[in-house]
């Protein structure tokens, strides 16, 4: 058992874990710098991310031989046109079709090209393409745009976006998916669908949330030898259960249940017992010693679902080492009393669901909690649509931690944690989770490894990590139909991994 709520694990050994995440321009910055140590020219990183696709390519795609390529305007379809002429030595039969001509290029893009044209390589114009005079591709070579991308894409471009997507081949992205902003994840209008994503230097953070998760395909990331710099933090980190098993220690064999936590959940309102019993029955199974819920008075006792589920009216504020607020919640009278009464009580508290949307009606500030909002809620809290929050859920999940507190969990493709000092980036899970109660579910998860110990940052990558992953096990019958109950046998046995 981690024996204090800072815990033994800490959040820095929790991110030597984590994988670096990058905005686009310290990618940029790195490449400059390579160039300057190197006394080389950026052209040489051009020159070794041909060289890098090429392989990438052929390993993933062997049987291969007639490749599309489109190329962009900029260095993205640089590295495009350097494929291109190592395809063709090798025997392949690359076409090249452009969205601007060479000559009207510039730099390294420019040099690029004319090395192509200069060993009989051809380029085909895309807006004066016949594709139907071309050899069906194999694979299709996405290196329009890259990480240049921040405001919508021209109609031109569109119309090159959705011939690739209509394609009936493979799609390799260069870099990026074209139409993707590498620092938000947003597509930018259009957005290229791919089936694997080759990236270099370092995996930008907008292509693991948002809509980079169905643009981006299959990810890979070649350095290009290029090392990251010491004095640069990354954007944001990457984690993932198999990177956290080492924070999951065996238990001790003295343990008991009173070491193991006490949690008290509130919520369950008339119609809406559910949510607080698959907050109480997660809550259990994540280990958590000893669970109450306080639901309203004329609901059936949860044990007669549950047996381990204790009753609590409320009013028993130093019982529990962690309180839940907001599964199943509601808005009428009986909730405003049980919001009023928990926010009073010192102590860890996760808060979710109407527990938010009570928060959003009177703000406060507290380094207590843990909130949970999914994008609707956020909007709520900050007083903006979801639009808004979906527009940049990195600076949205950074808002909400400054203007409310403690540790914020913004849930989505790509779930995103802020505790005011990193941003974390979890991409486990599936849509089969875009069900009733998988939140609810998440909200006990966390509690009891708060209640066992883990601070509050720990306690929430933990939680969402193993709550991710258990759906991604429990999907192995299928996304569709998958019910939050289907994950609570897995819970259990993550939260076991040595045994």
Known sequence: MVQVIEGAISKNEGLSLAQPLWRTEQIR???????????????????????ALCHYAR??????????????????????YVLARLAKKVGLDPRVIASRAPHLLKGDAKRAAYAWLGEGGAVVLADEADFSLLPTPDLVVDALLGTGVHIPLTPSMTKIVATIN???????????????????????????RATRTLTFIGIKQGMLTADGVDGVGQLDCDALGVTMQDDMAPAAWRIDYPRLLSCLPARPRSAH???????????????????ILLAGQACLRAGAGLVRLCQHPDLPPASLVQPELMGSDGDDPGWARVRVLGPGLGRNEWARTQFEREMKIPGPLVLDADGLNWLAQEPRHQDNWVLTPHPGEAARLLGCTIAEVEADRFASVTLLQRRYGGV???????????DGGQTVLCREGNPGMASGGMGDLLSGIIAALLAQGWSATMATWLGVAIHGEAADLAAADGERGMLASDLLPWIRRLVNPTQ
């Open 29 to 51: 910055l790195l490449e400059r710098r390579w160039a300057q140590v190197e006394e080389s020219d950026t052209y040489a990183l051009m020159e070794r991310a041909g060289g």
């Open 59 to 80: 390993h993933h795609w062997p049987h291969g031989h007639h490749w599309w390529i489109f190329v962009g305007p900029g260095n993205n379809g640089g590295d495009g």
């Open 166 to 192: 209509a394609l009936a081949a493979p799609v390799l992205a260069v870099d990026l998916p074209s139409g993707l902003n590498g620092d938000t994840g947003r597509a930018m209008g259009a957005l290229v």
């Open 257 to 275: 249940k009173g070491e193991n936590g006490r949690v008290l959940l509130v919520g369950g309102n008339l119609g809406m017992q559910g949510a």
């Open 408 to 418: 914020v969990l913004l849930k989505g493709a790509g779930t995103l944690i802020s």
